[in-house]
């Protein structure tokens, strides 16, 4: 089995920071990429940022220059610093983990539940 668990989502005034953690636990053989997605209501989950091992980072242009997503592969842990942020910033934000279980398992997405980031006055 395999968990993801997100932490630091909350109520933010538009221009503060928020820090999102994501931390994969239990079988968790090999990771070749976590990243970020946020879904608001009545649109489609988007991507907002990954970070494939030994891979450079890739963000979505809305976010460009101000988030910044980092991994701590010794704690198999990702996370989302988010600052200048906007009221179209606010969504529920999910991590994923791309991993595989075992040596001979495939590559799967795993997600955690989401957290919530909301952005207002």
């Known amino acids: 089995q395999v968990q993801l668990v997100e932490s630091g989502g909350g109520l933010v005034q538009p221009g503060g920071s928020l820090r999102l953690s994501c931390a994969a636990s239990?079988?968790?053989?090999?990771?070749?990429?976590m990243g970020w997605y946020r879904q608001a209501p009545g649109t489609q989950r988007e991507l907002v940022a990954s970070?494939?091992?030994?891979?450079?980072?890739n963000y979505a242009d809305s976010v460009k220059g101000r988030f910044t997503i980092s991994r701590d592969n010794a704690k198999n842990t990702v996370y989302l610093e988010m600052n200048s942020l906007k009221p179209e910033d606010a969504a529920v934000y999910y991590c994923?983990?791309?991993?595989?279980?075992?040596?001979?398992?495939?590559?799967?997405?795993?997600w955690g539940e989401g957290t919530q980031v909301t952005v207002s006055s």
């Open positions: 970070a494939p091992s030994g891979g450079t980072a």
């Open positions: 239990g079988s968790v053989f090999s990771i070749s990429s």
């Open positions: 994923y983990a791309t991993l595989k279980q075992t040596i001979i398992s495939r590559f799967r997405d795993y």
